[in-house]
């Protein structure tokens, strides 16, 4: 549980690096292109075994593709561009709320007012990590086009999460991945081709595409396959909040590979966060014994 965030939080600093060099729909396709290729090549034996499987449920493929791979990929992307880190972190960290809230109603995951206490004591931690420890300043908070991108983005990560753990398969999560992946190239293709048509940014260059394979391979395959199997094991609103630990981990990655120092800000938001998760989590780990 403690992995994922570090490796979804590279996607961020592949995004710092991205304006200029790559166009966000372009980079998208070609993340998940490389990382669809690894999750197919791995798990080709089982994808040829149970290929009637795969055919048969090309519809739900289709809908997971274009809600993880191109709204919760391009869009991301494309809100950078009108809007800002704060702004975009405000948003996006109402997921991991919508993702417990679903499937409490939806999926019947049980959720009590401990697990709540939780999920309140993550979100005041990564609003103090973005908010940089001054709340005067949320009452000056200014929306952009952007908000709506990102917006957008994360109700579509609590719905991918929800109908990746409702949508059952007999698939394991490595050959689950592999046509999603290749579903969200599909539905994306359209905006890269207007992207190469239209876009000032050349479509492919040798950092462009190396950007690319950084995202697949590590907020791409090895994130999203560690997010699956999470949400096998443990259910989508315990593994949700868990994304909440995203700001605190970015501060330390930003901190090492762009020099960006840490604040004691981080550090009193994973003090907040630390416990949220815990939690979230001790309900059902104490049932169980």
């Known amino acids: 549980m403690l992995l994922l965030p570090a490796l979804q939080g590279v996607n961020y600093l592949v995004a710092r690096l991205a304006p200029g060099v790559i166009a966000p729909n372009t980079l998208a396709a070609l993340r998940w292109l490389f990382a669809g290729s690894i999750f197919c090549f791995l798990a080709r034996t089982e994808l040829w075994r149970e290929r009637r499987v795969v055919l048969a449920d090309w519809r739900h493929t289709l809908v997971l593709g274009a809600l993880g791979m191109w709204i919760c990929g391009a869009w991301v992307y494309l809100a950078g561009q009108t809007t800002s880190a704060t702004n975009m972190a405000l948003i996006y960290a109402l997921s991991p709320i919508l993702i417990a809230l679903i499937a409490h109603f939806w999926l019947k995951e049980p959720f009590n007012w401990l697990q709540g206490c939780g999920v309140a004591l993550a979100l005041a931690g990564v609003l103090h990590v973005v908010l940089k420890g ?5 009452a000056r908070v200014r929306f952009a086009r952007g908000d709506a991108w990102i917006f957008a983005a994360s109700v579509c990560w609590a719905l991918f999460s929800i109908l990746l753990k409702r949508w059952t398969t007999p698939l394991s999560a490595t050959a689950r991945l592999g046509p999603i992946s290749f579903a969200g190239v599909l539905v994306l293709l359209p905006f890269v081709i207007w992207e190469a048509v239209t876009g000032p940014l050349p479509t492919f260059s040798l950092t462009g595409v190396g950007l690319a394979f950084m995202a697949a391979l590590l907020p791409g395959y090895a994130a999203y396959l560690v997010y699956a199997l999470l949400l096998r094991d443990l259910g989508a609103a ?52």
């Open 134 to 138: 001054q709340w005067a300043d949320l």
């Open 238 to 289: 315990r593994v949700g909040v868990v994304l909440y630990l995203g700001p605190p981990y970015v501060a330390v990655m930003a901190w090492i590979f762009l020099g960006e120092p840490i604040h004691g800000y981080h550090v009193v938001g994973l003090a907040l966060i630390a416990p949220g998760i815990y939690l979230v989590n001790r309900r059902v780990r104490t049932r169980r014994r």
